[in-house]
T-cell receptor, first 118, second 115 residues
Framework: AQTVTQSQPEMSVQEAETVTLSCTYDTSENNYYLFWYKQPPSRQMILVIRQEAYKQQNATENRFSVNFQKAAKSFSLKISDSQLGDTAMYFCAFMKGTYGGATNKLIFGTGTLLAVQP | EAQVTQNPRYLITVTGKKLTVTCSQNMNHEYMSWYRQDPGLGLRQIYYSMNVEVTDKGDVPEGYKVSRKEKRNFPLILESPSPNQTSLYFC??????????????FGPGTRLTVL
């Protein structure tokens, strides 16, 4: 069974600085996807970034980037130039990459609560 | 606007009183799922559906039922709610499952309290 571990329950960062959130996962699959979701106080789940396991290049979306280490099964999220609006719970998630008959199941970590301080 | 809607957003009920949480998407997505979110546990899948009349259990299906009679709707039914079903519930949909078009769009969540 797949598992996702986020070992940092809470983190804090000063506005405009850079912060890295950690995520490790365990799987025997070779084809899969990894995601970071943001959940602000509104509780809405917002997709931040997605990485396909077969792609070696790390995904980036504006100020958000990942460090994907497939052999180490590590998928950290780096937020550059942190903004007050980045304050949220961040969830790392895993999905098997099965075509046809897939469960569409996301397996989530327990989350990291990030506070951006002014 | 492409979206997933859920109703109600908040619900307080009592043990044993049947309830339904509705979910609807306007994106013609095939896959739909229900998740529950609990502190310290993240989100866990309850049920999913690959298409009309095709549903299957996720990781925590006990105490829940679902149906998919129309492509756009995927209601979650609690026949006899219990306090351990107090949680934050999310509906999600995606164009397909497991492949490239697997981005899941989440509804706004339903906060359920069972007394």
């Amino acid at each position: 069974a797949q598992t996702v571990t986020q070992s940092q329950p809470e983190m804090s960062v000063q506005e405009a600085e850079t912060v890295t959130l950690s995520c490790t996962y365990d799987t025997s699959e070779n084809n899969y996807y990894l995601f970071w979701y943001k959940q602000p106080p509104s509780r809405q789940m917002i997709l931040v970034i997605r990485q396909e396991a077969y792609k070696q290049q790390n995904a980036t979306e504006n100020r958000f980037s990942v460090n994907f280490q497939k052999a180490a099964k590590s998928f950290s999220l780096k937020i550059s130039d942190s903004q007050l609006g980045d304050t949220a719970m961040y969830f790392c998630a895993f999905m098997k990459g099965t075509y046809g008959g897939a469960t569409n199941k996301l397996i989530f970590g327990t989350g990291t609560l990030l506070a951006v301080q002014p | 606007e492409a979206q997933v809607t859920q109703n109600p957003r908040y619900l307080i009920t009592v043990t044993g009183k049947k309830l339904t949480v509705t979910c609807s998407q306007n994106m013609n997505h095939e896959y739909m799922s229900w998740y529950r979110q609990d502190p310290g546990l993240g989100l866990r899948q309850i049920y999913y559906s690959m298409n009309v009349e095709v549903t299957d259990k996720g990781d925590v299906p006990e105490g829940y039922k679902v149906s998919r009679k129309e492509k756009r709707n995927f209601p979650l039914i609690l026949e006899s709610p219990s306090p351990n079903q107090t949680s934050l519930y999310f509906c999600a949909s995606s164009l397909s499952g497991g492949g490239f078009h697997n981005e899941q769009f989440f509804g706004p969540g339903t906060r359920l309290t069972v007394l």
